[in-house]
């Protein structure tokens, strides 16, 4: 046995949760407060080992690690059993250690609370819910869908929660090779093996990425999305994609400005926030 493991059974002999998970923050924040893969490992985050996710959260996420940001995660993890999950929850933390990081999930996680990390309960589609969640929290910086992993409730939590994201704040998505999946491990993931069923979250994602070039369209009365106009950049990985929000409007080098900002992006903006947001993407 060890000395590492003897310290962490004495640890959890003498401490009680609580301690623990703030002992752990601090000497995982001291020694790997940089390395975004090392705090995963540490704190038994899927995002490195399972998946690959963390080299590239790193990338992304390293110029806004001292910033005071607002971060909330879809899923907590460890599924209906309270005590379990907030793995990743506690591995932001340490990354922002001036970020205030929020988690959603269907089940009851009010087990990890504490300073600088919050939980709600309730379901990544209900629309009511997940505004009430904003307006508590005040405003997002980064969105991390790391759900269900169901086509339509990917879909359906982007185009409810991206327009509520901070301009030039990040939403990413987790787990896409369930967009290829109908049935899998028995259960149903709603994708599909044909590379162009419209339905799947990769090909609604694949139609954001035309959206940002919506200025270079010829096609008669065209009328841009809310989505055509907010989203300046998408990142692809393995698996994995990151959705930067801020203003589209630079204009074509050859077209021009055809599409002035107006009433269009004002009544798109105000039926995301009224609800009717399935009407922001008419492409999809």
């Known amino acids: 046995m060890t000395l590492s493991t003897v310290l962490k059974s004495l640890a959890k002999k003498i401490l009680t949760d609580s301690q623990l998970r703030a002992s752990k923050h601090i000497v995982y924040s001291l020694l790997y407060r940089n390395n975004l893969r090392k705090l995963a490992v540490a704190f038994g985050s899927d995002k490195e080992g399972s998946h690959f996710y963390a080299k590239h959260y790193q990338r992304h996420f390293h110029q806004l690690r001292r910033r005071k940001i607002n971060l909330l995660e879809i899923g907590v993890g460890g599924y209906q059993d ?19 990081i929020f988690g959603i999930d269907i089940y009851d996680k009010a087990y990890h609370n504490e ?37 339509d409730h990917v879909i359906n939590s982007f185009r409810i929660l991206f327009p509520l994201l901070n301009s030039g704040g990040i939403y990413v998505i987790e787990d896409l090779q369930t967009s290829y999946w109908d049935e899998v491990v028995g259960e149903k993931w709603g994708g599909s093996s044909d590379l162009k069923a419209a339905h799947t979250s990769m090909n609604f994602l694949k139609c954001l990425v035309d959206g940002l070039n ?12 809310y989505f055509d106009r907010n989203i300046v950049s998408i990142h692809f990985y393995h698996n994995l994609a990151f959705i930067y929000k801020g203003d589209n409007d630079e204009g074509s080098n050859i077209l021009g400005k055809r599409f002035p900002k107006g009433s ?6 105000g039926a995301a926030l009224d609800g009717d947001s399935a009407a922001l993407h008419p492409r999809q």
């Open 214 to 225: 919506y200025e270079e369209f010829t096609l008669d009365e065209y009328t841009p999305t």
């Open 264 to 269: 269009c992006q004002d009544a798109q903006q």
């Open 115 to 151: 300073k600088r990390i919050k939980t709600f309960k309730g379901s990544q589609i209900d629309d009511v819910f997940l505004k009430n969640v904003v307006a508590e929290i005040g405003g997002i910086d980064i969105i991390i869908d790391d759900g269900s992993h169901y086509s």
């Open 82 to 100: 309270p005590r379990a999950g907030g793995n990743s929850l506690r591995m932001w933390k340490s990354y922002f250690p001036k970020g205030k």
